[in-house]
C-alpha cells in the first residue's frame, strides 16, 4: 500500500478511470435511483423505520459500498454506514441521503428511471442525493483500486430521512461519534 500524499495521480488516470468505470456508475444509479424511497410512515417498520422504500434504497447502497470494498453497517434502517478504515485513529466523514421527495406531477421524463439527454442524468436523486452519493463513493473507489493506504478513516454514512425530518441524525450520534470532519456532496 502506498500513502495517498506519496502518489503521483496524473489527469490522465483520473479521466481514464471515469471512462472505465461510467457505464457501472450508471447501473448503480439505474438501481438506487429506480427505488421510491420517500417517507411512508404507513408502513414503517422494525429496520425500516421510514417505511420500505428508504430501506431498499439504504439496502442498494451499502451492497454498492460492499462491492467496491467498504466496511458496511446498518444503523436499523435509520441509517447505515461504510467505512474504509485509516491508520490515524480520526475519522473523515461523507454523509447523504438515500431518500427522496414524494415525486409529484409534472415530470416530462420517467421519475424513476435514468434518463440522459445534453449531458444531464435527469431522474429521482439524481442531483439530491442519489448519484451525488455515488459520485462520492467512485471518487473513493479511485484510491481504494489503487491500494492507497488513508491516513484517516472515511465513513460514508447514508441517512434515510433527510428529506423528511432528519430524524436518522439524532438516532446515528446516539450510537457513533461525530466524525472529526464531514462533508455533503448533496445537490450541488
Known amino acids: 500500500m502506498a500513502d495517498v500524499a506519496s502518489m503521483n495521480v496524473t489527469k490522465e488516470e483520473i479521466d ?7 457505464p457501472t456508475f450508471l447501473e448503480d444509479a439505474a438501481r438506487l435511483i429506480k427505488i421510491d424511497s420517500s417517507l411512508d410512515g404507513e408502513h414503517a417498520a422494525p ?20 462491492r467496491m470494498g467498504l466496511e458496511v453497517h446498518d444503523g ?7 467505512d474504509l ?12 441521503h438515500v431518500d427522496v421527495v414524494p415525486a ?24 439530491d442525493d ?13 484510491w481504494i483500486d489503487r491500494g492507497a493506504d488513508l491516513r484517516h478513516t472515511v465513513r460514508f454514512i447514508f441517512g434515510c430521512n433527510e ?5 436518522e441524525l439524532p438516532y446515528y450520534l446516539a450510537h457513533h461519534e461525530a466524525p472529526d470532519f464531514l462533508f455533503t456532496p448533496d445537490a450541488e
Do not use: C, H
Not at 163 to 167: Q, R
Open 16 to 22: 481514464s478511470f471515469i471512462e472505465e468505470q461510467w
Open 163 to 167: 428529506e423528511s425530518g432528519m430524524d
Open 85 to 96: 478504515p485509516g491508520n490515524s485513529g480520526q475519522q473523515l466523514g461523507v454523509i447523504g
Open 130 to 142: 442519489k448519484a451525488p452519493v455515488l459520485s462520492a463513493l467512485y471518487g473513493l473507489k479511485f
Open 104 to 127: 409529484g406531477e409534472g415530470w416530462s421524463f420517467p421519475r424513476f428511471e435514468v434518463t440522459r439527454k445534453d449531458g444531464f442524468l435527469i431522474g429521482r436523486g439524481t442531483s
Open 76 to 82: 436499523d434502517g435509520y441509517a447505515g454506514y461504510a
Open 47 to 66: 429496520g425500516a423505520p421510514f417505511g420500505p422504500g428508504p430501506r431498499a434504497a439504504l439496502d442498494e447502497a451499502l451492497a454498492i459500498a460492499k
